[in-house]
């Protein structure tokens, strides 16, 4: 089955540490997003990679970080640095010509405390 | 500007009833108009999308109605079901940000059997 994998789907961490989360996808899409979740806020970009070895910060990039080595893979770092970092987090990928037309993953529950 | 206005925050219907959720923009620059279906625990699954060219979009029972003189667009689900019953998103894309969707805040749409 094509689709987008997040793992885990819950995370617990303590303040201080930083944490990866798991974005894998086998839908051959170019681009691929990161987005946080928080209750009565809609969905916010973190930061989005339109191809391999590449990414852009999106309207709250502060204190996460990104890789993009392989197509299939966008991992997302949540530093210490970001100073709320609980919330439910969502990986998206696109096709290129339909950058617009996101599939979405079942997301990560992070929860630090 | 970048904000996209989404009301109401909740919304309960009873089985049959036509459910109707509303957003406004402000920014013209937006040339794309998706709206996402979220059901508890998963991610978001593109419903229905509209251009700024078009009125109206019909597919099945989910209608988009589109102002673009008010800036304002809206879904319609008719004859709305229980299983209607999940978070809708509307969002927009500037046409000059390749696939930085914003999103509404999010309708909470609960149908009563």
């Known amino acids: 089955d094509g689709g987008i994998t997040q793992s885990p789907k819950y995370l617990f961490r303590k303040e201080g540490q930083n944490v990866t989360l798991s974005c894998e996808q086998n839908?051959?899409?170019?681009?691929m997003y990161w987005y946080r979740q928080d209750p009565g806020q809609g969905l916010r970009l973190i930061y989005y990679?339109?191809?391999?070895?590449?990414?852009q910060k999106g309207d709250i990039a502060e204190g996460y970080s990104v890789s993009r080595e392989k197509k299939e893979s966008f991992p997302l770092t949540v530093t210490s640095a970001q100073k709320n970092p609980t919330a439910f987090y969502l990986c998206?990928?696109?096709?290129?010509?339909?950058?617009?037309?996101?599939?979405f993953g079942p997301g990560t529950r992070l929860t630090v405390t | 500007q970048q904000q996209v206005k989404q009301s109401p925050q909740s919304l309960i219907v009873q089985k049959g009833g036509i459910s109707i959720i509303n957003c406004a923009y402000e920014?013209?620059?937006?040339?794309?108009f998706p709206w996402y279906q979220q059901f508890p625990g998963k991610g978001p699954a593109l419903l229905i999308a509209?251009?700024?060219?078009?009125s109206e979009k019909k597919e099945g029972r989910f209608t988009i109605s589109f102002n673009k003189s008010a800036k304002q667009f809206s879904l319609h689900i008719m004859d709305s079901q229980p299983g209607d019953s999940a978070t809708y998103f509307c969002?927009?894309?500037?046409?000059?940000?390749?696939?930085?969707?914003?999103f509404g805040q999010g309708t909470i749409l609960t149908v009563h059997p």
């Open positions: 969002a927009a894309r500037p046409g000059t940000s390749y696939g930085k969707l914003t």
């Open positions: 509209i251009r700024p060219d078009v």
């Open positions: 990679s339109q191809i391999v070895n590449d990414f």
């Open positions: 920014n013209t620059a937006f040339d794309y």
């Open positions: 998206a990928s696109s096709i290129r010509a339909a950058p617009y037309e996101q599939y």
């Open positions: 839908l051959n899409h170019d681009a």
